[in-house]
């Protein structure tokens, strides 16, 4: 049998350890989220959650929903299914200098399945839905977030664009990373399309906390409005599209979703076969 005062004791000592634990968790969780107070601090946890502080090649894919959004009315439109290659390393400013390219097919809402040609709720009309391929390009990402280019093509590029800011919660993590551009063509004021994104990248906190990690897992959430898609064909009427996704960061293309890998694979045999020689190709630098 115990004694009350042996029970006593065990009540105080596990009481004193409880408190101990505490004061540790809460000591932990000081110093894992010092990096949301700096903007080299809001950079690295980036890099470790959407690719990596190292030059490894990492994808990032997300699949949701495109909505039209006239007078504030959602309609769901079809899918949007994503996939972007990329690596990066980090120049002697800081920032990290790179080279991606992003994959893109759309489905439709039932299935998912890849379409080629849409029915436009608003015009009544059959449209030729178009694939999307980004062109190879330098990608860069400072203590400011993206580095926009000047032009894309033939077409001036005005961007804005915020890193941060990062939030702490216990075990997890997010920091966000938004982007508006604006293009305009030569000789016309009115821009020729406009685009907004947000990105929050999660994670786990003592992951991006811990100098030993150069890479983190990482769950993406993706959202944009942007002008209508020309291939849309509707012809100067009033409204947009937004569209919400989610996805992951990995590091080859058999953590990607079955079906858009088989796509990757089908449509892009040069980056299913070997991306980083396709990333390594001769690119624009932004500068």
Same mark, same amino acid.
């Given at each position: 049998?115990?004694?009350?005062?042996?029970?006593?004791?065990?009540? /105080?000592?596990?009481?004193?350890?409880?408190?101990?634990?505490?004061? /540790?968790?809460?000591?932990?969780?000081?110093?894992?989220?010092?990096?949301?107070?700096?903007?080299?601090?809001?950079?690295?946890? =980036?890099?470790?959650?959407?690719?990596?502080?190292?030059?490894? =090649?990492?994808?990032?894919?997300?699949?949701?929903?495109?909505?039209?959004?006239?007078?504030?009315?959602?309609?769901?439109?079809?899918?949007?299914? /994503?996939?972007?290659? /990329? #690596?990066?390393?980090? &120049? +002697?400013?800081?920032?990290?200098?790179?080279?991606?390219? +992003?994959?893109?097919?759309?489905?439709?809402?039932?299935?998912?399945?890849?379409?080629?040609? #849409?029915?436009?709720?608003?015009?009544?009309?059959?449209?030729?839905?178009?694939?999307?391929?980004?062109?190879?390009?330098?990608?860069?990402?400072?203590?400011?977030?993206?580095?926009?280019?000047?032009?894309?093509?033939?077409?001036?590029?005005?961007? +804005?664009?915020?890193?941060?800011?990062?939030?702490?919660?216990?075990?997890?993590?997010?920091?966000?990373?938004?982007?508006?551009?604006?293009?305009?063509?030569?000789?016309?004021?009115?821009?020729?399309? +406009?685009?907004?994104?947000?990105?929050?990248? %999660?994670?786990?906190?003592?992951?991006?906390?811990?100098? %030993?990690?150069?890479? &983190?897992?990482?769950?993406?959430?993706?959202?944009?409005?942007?002008?209508?898609?020309?291939?849309?064909?509707?012809?100067?009427?009033?409204?947009?599209?937004?569209?919400?996704?989610?996805?992951?960061?990995?590091?080859? =293309?058999?953590?990607?979703?079955?079906?858009?890998?088989? #796509?990757?694979?089908?449509?892009?045999?040069?980056?299913?076969?070997?991306?980083? %020689?396709?990333?390594?190709?001769?690119?624009?630098?932004?500068?």
């Amino acid at each position: 049998m115990i004694s009350r005062r042996t029970s006593l004791g065990l009540i /105080a000592g596990a009481a004193f350890t409880s408190a101990a634990r505490t004061e /540790a968790l809460l000591a932990d969780n000081s110093r894992d989220d010092s990096w949301t107070e700096s903007q080299e601090g809001l950079l690295n946890a =980036l890099m470790k959650l959407r690719a990596a502080l190292d030059d490894r =090649l990492t994808l990032e894919w997300f699949k949701g929903v495109v909505y039209g959004i006239v007078d504030s009315a959602m309609t769901p439109l079809f899918t949007i299914n /994503a996939v972007a290659f /990329a #690596f990066y390393e980090r &120049a +002697e400013s800081g920032d990290f200098r790179g080279r991606r390219i +992003e994959v893109t097919y759309h489905g439709d809402l039932e299935r998912n399945q890849p379409i080629e040609h #849409f029915v436009n709720p608003y015009t009544g009309r059959t449209v030729a839905v178009s694939l999307s391929r980004t062109p190879l390009q330098e990608a860069v990402i400072g203590r400011n977030g993206l580095v926009m280019p000047a032009r894309i093509g033939p077409l001036r590029v005005k961007a +804005e664009t915020r890193l941060g800011p990062g939030l702490v919660n216990a075990e997890r993590c997010w920091v966000r990373l938004d982007t508006r551009s604006t293009l305009f063509a030569e000789g016309i004021k009115v821009p020729v399309n +406009e685009y907004g994104e947000s990105m929050s990248y %999660a994670g786990k906190s003592r992951d991006v906390a811990d100098p %030993a990690i150069l890479a &983190a897992p990482c769950q993406i959430s993706y959202t944009n409005a942007m002008s209508w898609r020309p291939w849309l064909g509707m012809e100067g009427r009033p409204g947009h599209t937004m569209t919400v996704a989610s996805g992951e960061k990995c590091e080859s =293309l058999g953590a990607v979703p079955r079906d858009l890998a088989d #796509f990757v694979r089908y449509r892009h045999p040069d980056l299913a076969g070997d991306a980083r %020689a396709v990333l390594s190709e001769n690119a624009p630098q932004i500068d």
